[in-house]
């Protein structure tokens, strides 16, 4: 079975930093690129950024770009996100899916979070941040 569980949630004064973690099971880890999404209170779903297979790309959104890190630990099966100077806008409840990643095809994996679609998902983990 496959699951994808998030953890390292929860509130936080701006400016102030949070770590999450993606904990991946039931699936080849390293057959898969791991992407990190967010979506707000009356909010479309955001794509926040991906991490490639092997380590092979990495992908920020705009809106996060120089504040957040994505980073993988292959041994663990576990993705996480480095969250620093939080900003109230970056309250959500986040999300991490997978998507088996076609490497040669698309070596980037930002194709997967804008444009594809991811295979799996976990369940969210909120994020506040308060002003």
């Known amino acids: 079975e496959v699951q994808l569980v998030e953890s390292g949630g929860g509130l936080v004064q701006a400016g102030g930093s949070l770590s999450l973690s993606c904990a991946a099971s039931?699936?080849?880890?390293?057959?898969?690129?791991i992407g990190w999404f967010r979506q707000a209170p009356g909010k479309e779903r955001e794509g926040v950024s991906c991490i490639g297979r092997y380590d092979s790309s990495t992908y920020y959104s705009d809106s996060v770009k120089g504040r957040f890190t994505i980073s993988s630990d292959n041994a663990k099966n576990t993705v996480y996100l480095q969250m620093n100077s939080l900003k109230p806008e970056d309250t959500a409840v986040y999300y991490c899916a997978a998507v088996r990643h076609a490497l040669i095809r698309y070596p980037r994996c930002s194709v997967y979070v804008t444009k594809y679609g991811m295979d799996y998902w976990g369940k969210g983990t909120l994020v506040t941040v308060s002003s």
């Open positions: 039931g699936f080849t880890f390293d057959d898969y690129a």
